[in-house]
Antibody
Framework: EVQLVESGGVLIQPGGSLRLSCAASGFTVNTYFMSWVRQAPGKGLEWVSI???????YYADSLRGRFTISIDGSKNTLYLQMNALTAEDTAVYYCASGVMPNLVDFWGQGTLVTVSS | EIVLTQSPATLSLSPGDRATLSCRASQSVSTYLAWYQQKPGQPPRLLIHGASSVATGIPARFSGSGSGTDFTLTISSLEPEDFAVYYC????????FGGGTKVEIK
């Protein structure tokens, strides 16, 4: 059974750093297109980052280089390193997988990141 | 950035009704268009990809059509579990989502 389980979401002060994790089971993460998609409270969806099976990574322009996506194949886990957090980064962060670029066919349950003083 | 505009924002219908949701792109995305359903407290679920291909496990009452800039998601006969928010998403360029259409019970 395919599963994606996110963790790492917390309440954090503006300017802080945080790393989200997404543990996968039922498939190998570095053979799929893996993404992070976020949803601010009561708002719509925003694609944050994607990493291809060949290791290429892409990010939303709005992030201004603050986030880094990565994979630890030995742990079958996807990560999102987030730096210089602001209130606008407050959201549920979903880990997502797809067999094609820019398409999600399986979502995790999400982890909530709250940036507030 | 490709802007996707969904209409209407809210659709009030009864079980058994036909639902027609629209998604318009600010420029052509060919058929690189997907539809997702999201219920409260849950992640989205893929319904349609490639504008008209129904995802695995999705009931036949869901269908998608369109190409270029204008797309439609149709639910032929609403079931109680279909009342939710629906998002379109383009996959040709950096992926973006529409603002969503809420299908609510009338």
């Amino acid at each position: 059974e395919v599963q994606l389980v996110e963790s790492g979401g917390v309440l954090i002060q503006p300017g802080g750093s945080l790393r989200l994790s997404c543990a996968a089971s039922g498939f190998t993460v570095n053979t799929y297109f893996m993404s992070w998609v976020r949803q601010a409270p009561g708002k719509g969806l925003e694609w944050v980052s994607i990493i291809y099976p060949d290791g290429r990574a892409y990010y939303a322009d709005s992030l201004r280089g603050r986030f880094t996506i990565s994979i630890d194949g030995s742990k079958n886990t996807l990560y999102l390193q987030m730096n210089a957090l602001t209130a606008e980064d407050t959201a549920v962060y979903y880990c997502a997988s797809g067999v094609m670029p820019n398409l999600v066919d399986f979502w995790g349950q999400g982890t909530l990141v709250t940036v507030s003083s | 950035e490709i802007v996707l505009t969904q209409s209407p924002a809210t659709l009030s219908l009864s079980p058994g009704d036909r639902a027609t949701l629209s998604c318009r792109a600010s420029q052509s995305v060919s058929t690189y268009l997907a539809w997702y359903q999201q219920k409260p407290g849950q992640p989205p679920r893929l319904l349609i990809h490639g504008a008209s291909s129904v995802a695995t496990g999705i009931p036949a009452r869901f269908s998608g059509s369109g190409s270029g800039t204008d797309f439609t998601l149709t639910i032929s006969s609403l079931e109680p579990e279909d009342f939710a928010v629906y998002y379109c998403q383009q996959a040709l360029y950096w992926p973006t989502f529409g603002g969503g259409t809420k299908v609510e019970i009338k």
